[in-house]
């Protein structure tokens, strides 16, 4: 059974950077062609797709992030992470990590996800 | 503000059959299948529907999801207390080359 679990600090200071990873079990992030993605939800608030990143590195991010948001995968550790920079109050969220999955139309969904971590910035 | 609209509530009483809707524009629903999540307080969110109508193993069949031009909707059939959660649609979007979800809807069994 594949499981993602997001570990980092749960508190981020203003202006720094807030960095997470996300680790799977279960599977080898490269066994197959998915791609892997971060998503956010504020307090009592929706869900915001951050960016998704395949094994070979091949990102995509939300143009509403970009110029903040670093997402790398390290094939030997099984794991992916997230670099958010210059943080405010807006980036409290729990934040997610989960995989990218295809049915054989190629349609994609976001099918297993980690239990979700919050991350509070603040001084 | 969600790309994907969606109503903040819905309700019904058990046994009934609730309807949400999810609308967005040929950048997302209108090129790309739509999915469905449920939340339940304090979790993650869990697949409910995928590829506009298709259930993922475990998911039962009171559960239905459609899709027609830029617009989606997910029925629940034989309302539950359990149903009691909130619910996401989501899209692919080929100007982000990313997701879009929308703002979600909060379903009350009465």
């Known amino acids: 059974q594949l499981q993602l679990q997001e570990s980092g600090p749960g508190l981020v200071k203003p202006s720094e950077t807030l960095s997470l990873t996300c680790t799977v079990s279960?599977?080898?992030?490269?066994?197959?062609?998915?791609?892997w993605a971060w998503v956010r939800q504020p307090p009592g608030k929706g869900l915001e797709w951050i960016g998704s990143?395949?094994?070979?590195?091949?990102?995509y991010y939300n143009p509403s992030l970009k110029s903040r948001v670093t997402i790398s995968v390290d094939r030997s550790k099984n794991h992916f992470s997230l670099k958010l920079n210059s943080v405010t109050a807006a980036d409290t969220a729990v934040y997610y990590c989960a995989r990218i999955d295809y049915d054989s139309s190629g349609s994609s969904y976001l099918d297993y996800w980690g239990q979700g971590t919050l991350v509070t910035v603040s001084s | 503000q969600s790309v994907l609209t969606q109503p903040p509530s819905a309700s019904g009483t058990p046994g009934q059959r609730v309807t949400i809707s999810c609308s967005g524009s040929?950048?997302?629903?209108?090129?790309?299948?739509v999915n469905w999540y449920q939340q339940l307080p304090g979790t993650a969110p869990k697949l409910l529907i995928y590829?506009?109508?298709q259930r993922p193993s475990g998911v039962p069949d009171r559960f239905s999801g459609s899709k027609s031009g830029t617009s989606a909707s997910l029925a629940i059939s034989g309302l539950q207390s359990e149903d009691e959660a909130d619910y996401y649609c989501?899209?692919?979007?080929?100007?982000?080359?990313?997701?879009?979800f929308g703002g979600g809807t909060k379903v009350t069994v009465l």
């Open positions: 279960g599977d080898s992030i490269d066994s197959r062609d998915y791609y």
């Open positions: 040929s950048s997302n629903i209108g090129s790309r299948t």
């Open positions: 590829s506009n109508d």
């Open positions: 990143i395949h094994y070979r590195e091949i990102t």
């Open positions: 989501a899209a692919g979007d080929v100007s982000l080359n990313g997701w879009v």
